[in-house]
């Protein structure tokens, strides 16, 4: 079995922990929630309502990154979630794991919306929906990855994120 290294991204909201659990047991990977990552700072930050900015991402980004490395190098492969908004944060997260593989998980404001409205005990609160939106740039044609629309049931999206790969 091929041993992938799988960013699961997108804005808060879209299912990237939910996708990307049901992905790792899938394939039997290894899985980390970027999440757990932030030092506390950066989560009482984001719980009081301000965005971060790219120098709070930055230390959080090399925490991620060096994970990434770990499973490339020792050939385990892992999923991980990790809203990974701009280029230059999916630049980071791969330069240790050149293979990375992005699945962009993509919906419609109102769908993430609605989402992030029904969640509890999460620290992201869904004023800051706007400002991942408005970060947000899309996987380019010259990046490893795809988009995943979250219309259909998770079970379906891990399917088609295993054939993704499959054909990567």
């Given at each position: 079995?091929?041993?992938?290294t799988v960013v699961v991204?997108?804005?808060?909201?879209?299912?990237?922990?939910?996708v990307a659990r049901a992905?790792?047991?899938?394939?039997?990977?290894?899985?980390?929630?970027?999440?757990?990552?932030?030092p506390p700072a950066?989560?009482?930050k984001m719980s009081s309502g301000a965005p971060l900015?790219?120098?709070?991402?930055?230390?959080?980004?090399a925490s991620l990154r060096a994970w990434l490395g770990e499973r490339e190098r020792r050939g385990t492969g892992g999923v991980m979630t990790c809203s990974a908004l701009k280029r230059s944060y999916r630049e980071t997260l791969r330069a240790?794991?050149?293979?990375?593989f992005?699945?962009?998980?993509?919906g419609s404001r109102e769908l993430i919306q609605e989402r992030v409205g029904r969640r509890s005990g999460h620290f992201m609160p869904a004023e800051l929906l706007d400002s991942q939106l408005a970060d947000l740039e899309p996987l380019a044609a010259d990046e490893n990855g795809a988009e995943l629309d979250v219309g259909p049931a998770p079970a379906v999206l891990v399917?088609?994120?295993?054939a993704l790969l499959d054909g990567a």
């Open positions: 079995m091929a041993h992938y991204m997108g804005v808060s909201g879209v299912g990237k922990t939910t992905l790792a047991d899938r394939l039997g990977l290894p899985f980390a929630e970027a999440d757990d990552f932030h950066n989560v009482a900015d790219d120098a709070d991402r930055e230390p959080w980004l240790d794991a050149t293979g990375t992005f699945l962009h998980l993509v399917e088609r994120a295993v």
